[in-house]
C-alpha cells in the first residue's frame, strides 16, 4: 500500500524559535503534497500545495514567510514554522497522491508553542 | 463555491446502534466523494469512496451511495462497534480524475458507548 511518513508526531517549542515538519513517501514518488492545518474540533484547511522542484503554491491567508515549504525531492516535502507563536499551535497534516491509492495522508504532528 | 457540509456532532451511540451521519454538497463539475476517518491522535485515513453517481462505496462495514439528484452522499452502519469511535469527515474533488483538491466538511465526531 501507499504510505506516506510524517515527523515528529508531537513537538513542543519556546515561542519565537523555529520547528521543521517532514513528510515523505516511502514507497512512491510524490511530485505533489499537500499541507493542512485542522483546528480543535474544525476541519483540515489547506494551507499549500508543495511542488517538487518549485515554489509551493499557497492559499489565501496563508503567510508563505511564516510557513516555509521546500520539495526537494520527489519523496520530501518538509514544512517550517518560522518564529512560532502560541497561535500557531495545531494539528499539521501532510498528504500526498498514490496513482494507484490516491490521496495518502501523513499521521499528523501536534504542535504547541509555549 | 465547491463545498461540503455535513451533520454537526457529536453523535453518541450504543454499541450495535444504527449510525448515519449525513453529508450534502455542491460542485461546479461532477466530484468523486469520499468518506475519512480519523482516529485520535492520528491522521486521516480512506474509509470509502465513489466516483459517479449512484455508485456505491463499502468499506468495513460502513456504506455510502453517490445520489447526483439529491448531492448526497450520507454514511451509514447498521451496527457500531466502541472501535469506531471516531471522527468523520465527508470530502469531495474535483478534476483530475478522484485526485483534484480535496474540500473537506467540518467532520462528525462519533462516541459509542458498551
Known amino acids: 500500500g501507499a504510505v506516506v511518513s510524517q515527523h515528529p508526531s508531537r513537538v513542543i517549542c519556546k515561542s519565537g524559535t523555529s520547528v521543521k515538519i517532514e513528510c515523505r513517501s516511502l514507497?512512491?514518488?510524490?511530485?505533489?503534497m499537500f499541507w493542512y492545518r485542522q483546528f480543535p474540533k474544525q476541519s483540515l484547511m489547506l494551507m499549500a500545495t508543495?511542488?517538487?522542484?518549485?515554489?509551493?503554491?499557497?492559499e489565501q491567508g496563508v503567510e508563505k514567510d511564516k510557513f516555509l515549504i521546500n520539495h526537494a525531492s520527489l519523496t520530501l516535502s518538509t514544512l517550517t514554522v518560522t518564529s512560532a507563536h502560541p497561535e500557531d499551535s495545531s494539528f499539521y497534516i501532510c498528504?500526498?497522491?498514490?496513482?494507484?491509492?490516491?490521496?495518502?495522508f501523513g499521521s499528523g504532528t501536534r504542535l504547541t508553542v509555549v | 463555491g465547491d463545498s461540503v457540509t455535513q451533520m454537526e456532532g457529536p453523535v453518541t451511540l450504543s454499541e450495535e446502534a444504527f449510525l448515519t451521519i449525513n453529508c450534502t454538497y455542491t460542485?461546479?463539475?461532477?466530484?468523486?466523494l469520499f468518506w475519512y476517518v480519523q482516529y485520535p491522535g492520528e491522521g486521516l485515513q480512506l474509509l470509502l469512496k465513489?466516483?459517479?453517481?449512484?455508485d456505491k462505496g463499502s468499506n468495513k462495514g460502513f456504506e455510502a451511495t453517490y445520489r447526483k439528484e439529491t448531492t448526497s452522499f450520507h454514511l451509514e452502519k447498521g451496527s457500531v462497534q466502541v472501535s469506531d469511535s471516531a471522527v468523520y469527515f465527508c470530502?469531495?474533488?474535483?478534476?483530475?480524475?478522484?485526485?483534484?483538491?480535496?474540500?473537506f466538511g467540518k467532520g462528525t465526531k462519533l462516541s459509542v458507548k458498551p
Open positions: 498528504s500526498a497522491i498514490h496513482p494507484g491509492y490516491g490521496y495518502t
Open positions: 514507497d512512491f514518488q510524490a511530485t505533489t
Open positions: 508543495s511542488n517538487e522542484g518549485s515554489k509551493a503554491t499557497y
Open positions: 460542485a461546479t463539475g461532477y466530484p468523486s
Open positions: 465513489a466516483t459517479k453517481a449512484d
Open positions: 470530502a469531495l474533488s474535483v478534476g483530475r480524475g478522484s485526485q483534484g483538491n480535496l474540500i
